[in-house]
């Protein structure tokens, strides 16, 4: 209600000063047509921002599975004696993230006297930790510190080398110094035969 009586009232003094003679005048009426212009825009609906897609910052335990097994394919099959072959890499568990924090410390120091002068220290710490939090356009989530990479629990290589020790033995090798695992962790077994 404020606003169109504010507009009739706008509307009276355009009327009023049309009508009259000066330069003042006219700059009176543009000023108030600015400010006809600015109550106008309040009335119209707000355009929303449009949002740029974020970057994904994770990707998932089967990317990651994929991409790890592409690579040791292409170690693998570069050792002499392998021949044709195929890799399977099964992970520990998914992507962990540390976030950053903050942490209050407040430390309360009380001194305590007894009658015969013996003074008493007593300290209590308490601390707080919260995250870190940021907007990403969508709402706030925590800052993410740190990714770790999913744990590899074991690697398979089925190729047509595998019938020979040596081969199997540089394969192990090599799986094994790539991905930091031990021995048991790793699956060497012949091709079978195309019918």
Known sequence: MEQSQAMANIKEKIKTLLYSEGKVKIIVLLGLCGIALILLSELLPKQSKKQEPQPQ???????????????????????????????????????EYVYANAEKKI???????????????????????????????????????????????GVVVVCEGAESIEVEERIINAVKTALDLSSTQVCITKMAAEK
């Open 57 to 95: 910052v994770s990707q998932t335990n089967a990317a990651y599975a994929s991409q790890l097994e592409d690579k040791i394919y292409a170690l693998v099959t570069s050792i002499d004696g392998v021949g044709k072959a195929r890799v399977l890499v099964t992970l520990e568990s998914g992507v």
């Open 107 to 153: 430390t309360d120091v009380t001194q305590d006297y007894s009658e015969n002068g013996v003074k008493k220290l007593h300290e209590k710490d308490n601390s707080e930790n919260s995250y870190i939090l940021v907007d990403n356009g969508n709402g706030k989530e925590a800052l993410i510190k740190t990714q770790i990479e999913p744990k590899v629990k």
